[in-house]
């Protein structure tokens, strides 16, 4: 992490210790240092994790889509922890990895659909405080998606909040894992009055 958590990591230790280490070397190839922060509450950190597990197995929107909705609330949100990890997953998920370093500029790039702008657009108006969806967002996209696709995509992107916002309010960075892919992540384009 670039600095220090607001939390201490603390040791992960015992028998579900040694075995939550094994899990994330074996996901991540290390043991992240936000594990530790996570560790004092085993409890939060289960269910969290566990709510998190659920939700990868939902199929009534697309994998790729969720994907790049995930992206575009922690670039918009600012969570590079999240930006990172989102990244690190899409290049071992298959994701096209030109599009998906391309997300946090995704307005200026020229690489996504019209279907995958409609979804980050989406997916920063749920993330705005209030929320701004507007009937036209969601009438493009439930014609697109579905209620259920719809549906799915709403609940990903606001478990997606849950994550950034709670790693930048535990001041939990980036920690490198998407120095692993092979094209770079882009800057995030400066973020427009009008957008």
């Known amino acids: 992490m670039a600095r220090a958590s607001r939390i ?43 709510a998190g597990r659920k939700a990868t197995r939902w199929e009534d929107c697309d994998n790729d889509l969720k994907s790049f909705a995930h992206m575009a609330v922690a670039s918009y949100v600012g969570c590079s922890a999240c930006l990172d990890f989102g990244y690190f997953a899409a290049a071992n998920e298959g994701l096209d990895l030109r599009k998906a370093s391309q997300v946090p500029r995704w307005r200026d790039s020229d690489v996504f659909t019209p279907l995958e702008r409609d979804v980050m657009a989406y997916a920063e108006a749920v993330s705005d405080t209030p929320p701004s969806v507007t009937d036209d967002q969601s009438a493009r996209l439930l014609e697109q998606l579905g209620p259920a696709g719809l549906l799915e995509l709403t609940a990903w992107i606001a478990f997606a909040n849950l994550a950034a916002r709670m790693n930048i309010s535990l001041g939990i960075e980036s920690e490198g894992l998407s120095n692993t892919c092979s094209i770079p992540l882009a800057a995030p384009s400066p973020r427009s009055l009008t957008a």
């Not at 603390?10 to 530790?36: H, Y």
Request: glycine share 12%.
């Open 8 to 50: 201490p990591a603390k040791e992960i230790t015992g028998p579900f210790g040694a075995l939550v280490k094994i899990m994330s070397r074996k996901k991540l190839g290390s043991v992240p240092e936000s594990l530790g922060v996570m560790w004092h509450s085993r409890r939060v950190l289960m269910t969290t994790a566990g």
